[in-house]
């Protein structure tokens, strides 16, 4: 593109693969997992034609590539696998990994200064827990883990190894934080991290599960059969334990940090940030003025990180785009929901199951499915572009009753097919939430778990962990209007100003199309799905 109107591509060669793009009106990114239909899946090529079609570019017009990935070193331009859509190399710049965590948490925050701490399995170079100074001059790196240390002794990669002991594939973390209210930490007396002047040392010397099998060796502590998926009691004592030392050492990491810093804002990017518990403790902290985290913490925000650090590189402007919404996903035309509505080949639509539908287009969306959900229904959300984070929050979501724990159940069992002890996320209007929830601040991107408000809990028992606390997502009218509405006429039907939400998918990735909505409405049990202005009902 032209001087005036520079075009940058993030791409993330990673496992959460995807791509981004950005130019000076235009934000729009997606993971590959989202098009191939295949969970935390490497590429970018079906997530880079999708990014240049929404903003209607060709590749010609890009000026600016910035790659990262994972492995010891940022890839290269060679290493990128870019040169056979014919790009100049000398448009291709590698990215750290923790540094494009950093510039999503910090560009996309509200805060002129902060601290930026990266906490996540690994990125480069081993690191595992790296701290930042960001002010509109720039972001400069003060502080990590020592270079020696093996990765197996940071706080994410500890997680995850735990998480891989437990049964389960490391990025699936939200199980072992789900699992962890119903154990006691207390069982295992020692520490799992020494954290001195802001670095941490953690007491695993290999990662996944071999490395929790090490310790228990080393130790003699017992948790339980490997693969227990929650089935066992000292498994769930493990999970227990972990979560409260992650609580513990990330406490600790981000008071010592803040304090090096003299930045009292935090912004917190990588996987680790996703642990919505541990995140409700750490902005409540003295030394913490104010909390910020990205819905897209984890590798899933990785493109959007590189891209933004590109523009940096590109035009000497450090990007400050403050967000309100994570929807950084196209829209789909009317025609587009027809075209799946009518299983027109042009859709994509692909029918794992061939189920019996009716449609029609309603004139108010939102109140016919408030009332659905009143009356005791099960519902696809599907509206405007989709979320990019791992969290659906209105756009691609599935919604239900949160008054009694039938609906959980259900989803659970018959919908989702989750593990029992996993909780479902609420989502407030944000007018009303802290008369519902211990909240005195937004939770626009479902990343906080306070407690219910006493008295509160009975009211709206299909969405409280077995802890009292909920992953709690406030809706503002103003940046989701349709949702919004639609959890307004829920209140005014029933009183409760809340509803039940989770994403939009059963065990696949979350929807992206209007084809893909479909097909998960005719492949698992829900009772129907609105999908723009479309009323879809199974019969």
Not at 399 to 406: M, N
Not at 432 to 453: E, Q
Not at 497 to 502: E, H
Request: charged share 20%.
């Amino acid at each position: 593109m032209s001087a005036s109107t520079p075009c940058v591509v993030g791409i993330n060669l990673g496992h959460d693969g995807g791509a981004a793009l950005i130019t000076d009106t235009t934000m729009v990114a997606i993971g590959e997992e989202r098009l191939n239909r295949t969970r935390y899946s490497a590429g970018w090529e079906a997530a880079l034609l999708y990014c240049l079609r929404a903003a209607g570019l060709q590749l010609d017009d890009v000026d600016l590539v910035a790659v990262s990935g994972i492995g010891h070193t940022p890839p290269t331009p060679a290493e990128t696998g870019l040169a056979h859509l014919g790009i100049d190399p000398a448009r291709i710049i590698p990215v750290d990994h923790h540094l494009s965590h950093a510039y999503t948490a910090y560009c996309l925050s509200p805060y002129e200064e902060a601290t930026v701490l990266v906490v996540d399995g690994g990125g480069n170079n081993h690191d595992t827990e790296t701290a930042y100074a960001a002010t509109p001059d720039g972001i400069v790196r003060v502080g990590g883990n020592p270079p020696g240390r093996p990765r197996a002794g940071g706080i994410g990669a500890t997680y995850e190894a735990f998480t891989n002991f437990l049964g389960w594939h490391e990025q699936e973390a939200g199980k072992t934080m789900a699992l962890a209210s119903y154990g006691d930490p207390g069982l295992y007396l020692a520490p799992l991290f020494d954290v001195t002047d802001a670095t941490v040392h953690g007491r695993l010397t290999r990662t996944h599960a071999p490395g929790v099998v090490e310790l228990a060796q080393r130790t003699g502590w017992d948790f339980g059969p490997a693969d227990s998926r929650g089935e066992h009691p000292l498994g769930i004592n493990a999970a227990a334990y972990v979560q409260d030392q992650t609580e513990r050492a990330l406490g600790a990491l981000v008071e010592q940090t803040v304090t090096a810093t003299g930045l009292s804002n935090l912004c917190l990017a990588g996987g680790v940030a996703l642990n919505c518990v541990a995140a409700d403790k750490i902005r409540r902290l003295r030394t913490v003025s104010g909390y910020f985290a990205p819905p897209a913490s984890s590798d899933r925000g990785q493109a959007l990180g590189c891209a933004l650090y590109g523009w940096h590189r590109l035009t000497g402007a450090l990007p400050r785009r403050a967000l309100a919404s994570d929807c950084f996903g196209r829209t789909y035309t009317d025609t587009e929901i027809e075209q799946a509505l009518t299983r027109d080949p042009r859709s994509g639509l692909v029918e794992r199951r061939r189920t019996p539908f009716r449609w029609r287009r309603e004139s108010d969306i939102a109140q016919a499915a408030a009332q659905m959900i009143a009356d005791g229904k099960i519902i696809g959300w599907f509206q405007g572009g989709s979320e990019l984070g791992p969290r659906a929050l209105g756009a691609r979501s599935i919604l239900a009753d949160p008054r009694t724990t039938s609906s959980s159940e259900a989803l659970n069992k018959r919908i989702k097919h989750r593990e029992p002890f996993r909780p479902f996320a609420p989502a407030v209007l944000a007018g009303h939430a802290r008369r519902w929830f211990d909240l005195d601040v937004p939770s626009p991107f479902m990343l906080l778990a306070p407690p219910v408000r006493p008295g509160k809990a009975d009211r709206i028992a299909g969405v409280v962990h077995v802890d009292g606390t909920a992953r709690v997502q406030t809706v503002d009218p103003r940046t989701a209007p349709a949702y919004a509405a639609l959890i307004e006429h829920f209140h005014q039907i029933t009183g409760i100003p809340v509803v039940l939400n989770t994403s939009y998918n059963d065990r696949e990735p979350i929807v992206e199309t209007p084809a893909h909505a479909l097909a998960t409405l005719q492949a698992c049990d829900l009772d129907a799905a609105c999908i723009g202005n479309y009323l879809v009902e199974r019969v």
